[in-house]
């Protein structure tokens, strides 16, 4: 399969299967576009119609590129992969490398779009306790066979309400990596409220990432990120970001907004903050039923799409002028990428990363937490329901019917399970608005790479 698209000047070319991109001058497109269809007769001849100034002989000598590279497995490749698909998480066995651990089920904000339900995951609310973040601890070490390398998230609610919990289990885990031949990486999410010197200097020591949470403008921020009497939150959270990104170097960190109805023109949010100082930005769209008020219309899946192309070109302006910014969504390595593993099986929720409540149940990702089907089991006894863990090792991006399709495939591996679930009430559905936004950001993301190649 092969998608061709042109942006920003650029006449680009990728190839699904093999993943190589092509970014080629308009004869060449042409030429792509119709060979497939047509023979080399009907294609010259068509070629010679459109475009003036070219001859016979430059057109057959860009056919015969076209075809050694279809020669090379570089265009029109043969997909190869879909009976390796269910292959590859059979291999990992039941290994776990991440935990999502919910330290506190709880939250000093009152975010009306919050998909916790401000923090209680639609049931109680809570603090987990040491001995529990301890037993998760342990459970991730006895399940992780012989991985080194392994991540938590400290999550919430809001986690700084359970923060010497955080450091004592901080403590914890690194007092097991030399014994236990392990290595932790933390990552905290963080609403900002309660960061103080303490939260900046700890944070800034052990967590590998954090993860700010800001909607962009003040206007915006404050129409849904308030407290529970109703107060907007920017104020009081903007110079404490701003505080602890200036520690941290201006790096190892996301400023996490979501854009909803009332902004789809979130690239006015994310400029914004840019302006305040933040470099690494990233813009989530909302995830919602489509009777809420925040939900995206399809007008403004439309308005966002034109949103994407108008950040990267920002972006290009910016970095030409030595004020480069990095958007999450737009961060791609063509050269050493994700393996063809990870292309084929996504994230590994409920198989290799799991989520952890404040008294030890075991969910495949946060997103799911509080939904009683999902339980997988605790953090004691182990993953008990099998079953549903083997429909998430199942579900891969060739059991999804609706990606066969699709060109951006193998870059989002069949999309968010959760998002699928909550949109379809099928894990291995899709979420259709997500995958139009997501085909947008790749072909902005590989236009910028087209952009940086060109400078080299």
Same mark, same amino acid.
């Given at each position: 399969?092969? *998608?061709?698209?042109?942006?920003?000047?650029?006449?680009?070319?990728?190839?699904?299967?093999?993943?190589?991109? @092509?970014?080629?001058?308009?004869?060449?497109?042409? /030429?792509?576009?119709?060979?497939?269809?047509?023979?080399?007769?009907?294609?010259?001849?068509?070629?010679?119609?459109?475009?003036?100034?070219?001859?016979? %002989?430059?057109?057959?000598?860009?056919?015969?590129?076209?075809?050694?590279?279809?020669?090379?497995?570089?265009?029109?490749?043969?997909?190869?992969?879909?009976?390796? %698909?269910?292959?590859? #998480?059979?291999?990992?066995?039941? /290994?776990? #490398?991440?935990?999502?651990? @919910?330290?506190?089920?709880?939250?000093?904000?009152?975010?009306?779009?919050?998909?916790?339900?401000?923090?209680?995951?639609?049931?109680?609310?809570?603090?987990?306790?040491?001995?529990?973040?301890?037993?998760?601890?342990?459970?991730?070490?006895?399940?992780?066979?012989?991985?080194?390398?392994?991540?938590?998230?400290?999550?919430? &609610?809001? $986690?700084?309400?359970?923060?010497?919990v955080v450091k004592q289990l901080v403590r914890y885990a690194r007092s097991l990596e030399e014994e236990k031949h392990k290595n932790f990486r933390? !990552?905290?999410?963080?609403?900002?409220?309660? /960061?103080?010197?303490?939260? /900046?200097?700890?944070?800034?020591?052990?967590?590998s990432n954090v993860v700010l949470s800001l909607d962009g403008r003040k206007e915006i921020h404050d129409r849904l990120r308030v407290d529970y009497?109703?107060?907007?939150?920017?104020?009081?959270?903007?110079? #404490?970001?701003?505080?602890?990104?200036?520690?941290?170097?201006?790096?190892?960190?996301?400023?996490?907004?979501?854009?909803?109805?009332?902004? $789809?023109?979130?690239?006015?949010?994310?400029? *914004?903050?840019?302006?305040?100082?933040?470099?690494?930005?990233?813009?989530?769209?909302?995830?919602?039923?489509?009777?809420?008020?925040?939900? =995206?219309?399809?007008?403004?899946?439309?308005?966002?799409?034109?949103?994407?192309?108008?950040?990267?070109?920002?972006?290009?302006?910016?970095?030409? %002028?030595?004020?480069?910014?990095?958007?999450? @969504?737009?961060? =791609?390595?063509?050269?050493?990428?994700?393996?063809?593993?990870?292309?084929?099986?996504?994230?590994?929720?409920?198989?290799?990363?799991?989520?952890?409540?404040?008294?030890?149940?075991?969910?495949?990702c946060h997103q799911f937490v509080g939904e009683e089907k999902f339980k997988l089991g605790d953090i004691w006894k182990g993953v008990e329901n !099998? %079953?549903?863990?083997? +429909?998430?090792?199942?579900?891969?991006?060739?059991?999804?019917?609706?990606?066969?399709?699709?060109?951006?495939?193998?870059?989002?591996?069949?999309?968010?399970?959760?998002?699928?679930? *909550?949109?379809?009430?099928?894990?291995? &559905?899709?979420?259709?608005?997500?995958? +139009?936004?997501?085909?947008?950001?790749?072909?902005?993301?590989?236009?910028?790479?087209?952009?940086?190649?060109?400078?080299?």
């Amino acid at each position: 399969m092969v *998608h061709q698209y042109q942006l920003n000047g650029y006449n680009i070319v990728v190839d699904t299967c093999s993943g190589s991109i @092509h970014v080629v001058d308009e004869v060449a497109y042409d /030429i792509i576009a119709m060979y497939p269809d047509k023979n080399a007769e009907e294609i010259l001849q068509a070629v010679l119609q459109k475009h003036n100034g070219i001859t016979p %002989a430059d057109i057959r000598d860009c056919i015969g590129q076209v075809e050694e590279l279809i020669r090379l497995g570089q265009l029109y490749s043969p997909d190869n992969f879909a009976s390796m %698909a269910d292959q590859f #998480k059979q291999r990992s066995g039941n /290994i776990i #490398k991440a935990l999502c651990l @919910h330290v506190a089920h709880t939250c000093n904000l009152n975010c009306a779009y919050c998909f916790a339900s401000q923090g209680k995951y639609h049931g109680k609310g809570g603090l987990m306790p040491f001995d529990v973040g301890k037993q998760a601890l342990d459970f991730l070490v006895a399940n992780s066979g012989d991985r080194v390398n392994l991540e938590v998230d400290f999550f919430g &609610g809001e $986690p700084l309400l359970n923060w010497d919990v955080v450091k004592q289990l901080v403590r914890y885990a690194r007092s097991l990596e030399e014994e236990k031949h392990k290595n932790f990486r933390f !990552t905290l999410t963080t609403n900002g409220m309660l /960061i103080d010197d303490d939260v /900046i200097d700890f944070a800034n020591r052990e967590m590998s990432n954090v993860v700010l949470s800001l909607d962009g403008r003040k206007e915006i921020h404050d129409r849904l990120r308030v407290d529970y009497a109703g107060k907007g939150s920017y104020d009081r959270i903007v110079p #404490k970001f701003q505080k602890l990104v200036r520690a941290r170097g201006g790096k190892n960190y996301y400023m996490r907004g979501t854009f909803t109805h009332a902004n $789809p023109d979130f690239t006015n949010d994310v400029f *914004h903050m840019a302006d305040l100082g933040f470099t690494e930005l990233s813009m989530e769209p909302v995830v919602c039923p489509p009777d809420d008020p925040a939900a =995206l219309t399809p007008q403004d899946i439309e308005t966002v799409k034109e949103q994407y192309e108008l950040l990267a070109k920002e972006m290009l302006r910016r970095q030409k %002028a030595g004020r480069p910014i990095t958007f999450y @969504h737009y961060m =791609l390595d063509l050269s050493g990428g994700p393996c063809i593993y990870k292309r084929l099986s996504g994230c590994g929720s409920g198989t290799e990363y799991m989520a952890v409540t404040p008294w030890g149940d075991l969910y495949p990702c946060h997103q799911f937490v509080g939904e009683e089907k999902f339980k997988l089991g605790d953090i004691w006894k182990g993953v008990e329901n !099998t %079953a549903l863990r083997e +429909q998430f090792r199942s579900c891969n991006v060739y059991s999804r019917p609706q990606c066969a399709d699709c060109w951006a495939r193998l870059y989002c591996s069949g999309g968010c399970a959760a998002n699928a679930y *909550h949109a379809t009430g099928d894990i291995r &559905g899709i979420y259709e608005a997500g995958c +139009q936004l997501f085909r947008k950001r790749m072909e902005c993301a590989i236009m910028l790479q087209a952009a940086a190649a060109e400078e080299e």
